[in-house]
């Protein structure tokens, strides 16, 4: 009898806190075995050796801007550096769907190849790009749809009450494919406005039965009030699980007996909570990262994303979810490796979560997607010597990357 054939065996890799080498056997788009030499005997249509290496279940990206992502180098075209606003608004105006399509295009296969499976894409929708950046992003995520999934999130950056034109292009967005839709209730004229748009958001995700991915809270600012009534209305709604409130960094600036009463809403409410470390450092205000820390004691399901990436907002970032572990590593105040293990399940378990699904693991049953690193554990690849990697996407190898460094000769080491 013929050997059985797999489609995938990834021999010799290292499962995390675990001693010893397994193999993974793929068969379509499952793991069908996870264990020290279950690949012995398998011939299989592609096999990666991965001499010790650590795999892992790919990870899940919740808060990006592909739309806007690679347009930094056009601000100098369009000015206005001391006015976010008003520069992403002369930045938007010039977009077109095949600009954003190759852009966006280009942000999802970097993220592929950085070991991203999953990722969550705000995409603007106002009266400025009305649906060209929507369907650029929709047309690229087609393009990439074997590399990763992408849940489109429909954004009304310039405002709901502000922006006349939103409401209805979201509807048409919602209508024609957007996964989420998202709000930033605090960008209106007024404290009746943002409450307003609040509940237009959750209108929206009522009338066509998706979830909430919103910007809530943004800046440092005490306030800004936003996050308790998002957990009552999400609490009322029986909402748990399917709202996302991102940024919430006004929560650093309550007072701490507020902070305690809405963080105890936001936990009975069952809203995730995804930080944007590079919020400490970007922008023309501090924006933090909110209370990650007392959010976690209280139950909240904690995570952190990308956010902005070569844009108006931000003008760095390469998608690797190691650094992104490392920024929020240390915008937790983390000092010990104990604390990878926390920032890793914040980009995997706790991502997976807050959009609706589940991370996965290395094990028969569970689907293939995955990482196979050349490093063989989770600290060395956080500190940034991940070295080579591999990416699995419905057993499929579809993406990764190299690493190689050089040095000149050396002389001798001395006696
Ligand atoms: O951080 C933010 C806030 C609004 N819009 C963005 O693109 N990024």
Not at 124 to 131: A, E, H, P, Q, V
Not at 212 to 231: G, K, Q
Request: hydrophobic letters at 45%.
């Amino acid at each position: 009898m013929s050997a059985p054939l797999a489609d995938l065996v990834i021999a010799g890799a290292r499962l995390h806190g675990h001693d010893g080498l397994v193999d993974v056997v793929v068969e379509g788009e499952t793991i069908a075995a996870a264990g020290p030499r279950a690949g012995d005997g398998r011939v299989a249509v592609r096999r990666i050796e991965a001499r010790g290496g650590l795999v892992t279940p790919s990870f899940v990206e919740p808060h990006t801007h592909p739309d806007k992502s690679f347009s930094r180098s056009r601000i100098g075209e369009v000015g206005f550096a001391d006015d976010l606003m008003r520069r992403q608004v002369a930045l938007k105006a010039g977009f077109t769907v095949a600009d954003v399509e190759e852009r966006a295009t280009r942000f999802f296969t970097l993220a592929a190849a950085q070991g991203i499976g999953l990722l969550r894409a705000q995409v603007d929708i106002d009266s400025i790009t009305r649906l060209v950046s929507f369907e650029g992003v929709m047309r690229a995520r087609e393009r990439c749809r074997d590399l990763l999934d992408v849940h489109v999130t429909a954004f009304p950056q310039e405002g709901l009450m502000k922006d006349a034109a939103a409401l209805d292009l979201l509807r048409v967005a919602l209508r024609d494919g957007a996964d989420c839709v998202s709000g930033w209730p605090n960008n209106e004229n007024s404290k009746e406005d943002e409450l307003a748009h609040l509940d237009l958001v959750f209108e929206l995700s009522q009338e066509f039965g998706v979830p909430i991915d919103a910007n809530i809270d943004y800046f440092t600012d005490p306030t800004e009030r936003m996050l308790e009534p998002m957990a009552e209305r999400t609490l009322a709604l029986g909402m748990g699980g399917r709202v996302s409130a991102n940024h919430v960094g006004a929560l650093e600036t309550y007072a701490d007996a507020d902070a305690a009463r809405v963080i105890a809403k936001v936990a009975e409410a069952g809203v995730s909570v995804t930080i944007c470390p590079t919020n400490l450092s970007s922008g023309t205000r501090y924006r933090g990262v909110s209370r990650p820390h007392e959010l976690r004691a209280a139950g909240v399901n904690v995570t952190a994303g990308t956010g902005n990436f070569h844009d108006n907002w931000e003008s760095f970032g390469n998608l690797d979810p190691a650094d992104l572990a490392r920024l929020a590593y240390h915008a937790l105040g983390l000092s010990h490796v104990e604390g990878v293990d926390l920032v890793w399940e914040m980009l995997t378990v706790n991502a997976a979560r807050a959009l609706g699904t589940a991370a996965g693991s290395v094990a028969a049953g569970q689907p293939a997607d995955l990482v196979v690193f050349e490093a063989a554990d989770r600290t060395t690849i956080v500190r940034g010597f991940g070295g080579a990697r591999t990416t699995v996407k419905r057993g499929r190898v579809v993406a990764g990357r190299t690493a190689s460094s050089w040095v000149a000769d050396l002389p001798a080491a001395s006696a």
